[in-house]
């Protein structure tokens, strides 16, 4: 049987007397072995998401009470300056469905009007946090009463934990190897130059789209290729989900470099990327904002696929060892 709450926030006004003992008792900390649940938020700068430690009104057996709670807090967001609601203030949860151990949310229209970097982030905070719920086994959004679709129209569906790409559970020192196809700038900066790298690097919960870009940013090996990428940039985040790939750079990637064509740069980073079988589309930003137009013609606004026609050139057949953090961070504490 379905249980349906229309205007939900309106029958959850009994629980509001809740919300102050939360923001004193729970908004401070951060995820810790000793918590059973947490409530995501967005970090800051809305590059990220942040765990905040929870406790309960309801009892763990009472699915509707904790649905109930649960987005009740997530709507509410947080007074704590380190974190943010998932969704903006025009953004409302209009109803909700639970049936068949399945959540359905249903948004406004104002929905849609989100980055793709903070959209993505808020499906992964509310399935995530929602998914705590014992009995909830998957989670549907929609807006108004349509199915939400990704940048490429197409329906989001179901979605679990497996969902989002992360790789819980490997070891910081598991060595790890992939094979990676990476673009690289030609030395007349006119092209691209495939390079494939065989990295041997030490796991830290990294995914393959973290990996292609960091060594992107380490540059090529092959004598005829340089980095398309200005130099200093810095990776921020970088997510996937239905096959849109959302890349945020620091500011340093709007350093210029004339004497390689901005075309070049964009598709260095969307080829590489394209690579992967979890990529059909990619978007870059700058600290979170894509809403600006690269140089002259490339607005970062777009979705970005494979470009095959500036491939012009082969590079080498590489190994590559990737240095584990904590050699990295020996060499600099050295000096070295």
Known sequence: MSRKRNKWKTGLMILLTFSLIFEMAGCGARKSAGSDYYIY???????GLELVAYEPEAEPDDTDAMIEEFLRLMDEG???VE???V???SVEMIQYEYENHRLYLYFNNAYLKMSVTQEVLCRQ???ETMLQITDITGVFFYVGDEPLTDANGNEVGLMTLDSFLDNPGEEINDIQTADLTLYFASLDGTSLVSETQHVYYYSSNISMEKLVMEQLLEGPVSENAQSAIPS???LISVSVLDGICVVNLDENFLTQNYN???SVVIYSIVNSLSELSTVDTVQIAVNGDSNMVYRQEMSLSEFYTMNAELITEEGEDVEVDQESQSEKEGLLNTGE
């Open 78 to 80: 947080t007074t704590q």
């Open 41 to 47: 938020y967005l970090n800051q700068d809305t590059t």
């Open 87 to 89: 969704y903006p203030e």
């Open 232 to 234: 200093g940039t810095g």
């Open 83 to 85: 974190y943010q609601r």
């Open 125 to 127: 905070a509310i399935v």
């Open 260 to 262: 390689i064509q901005e």
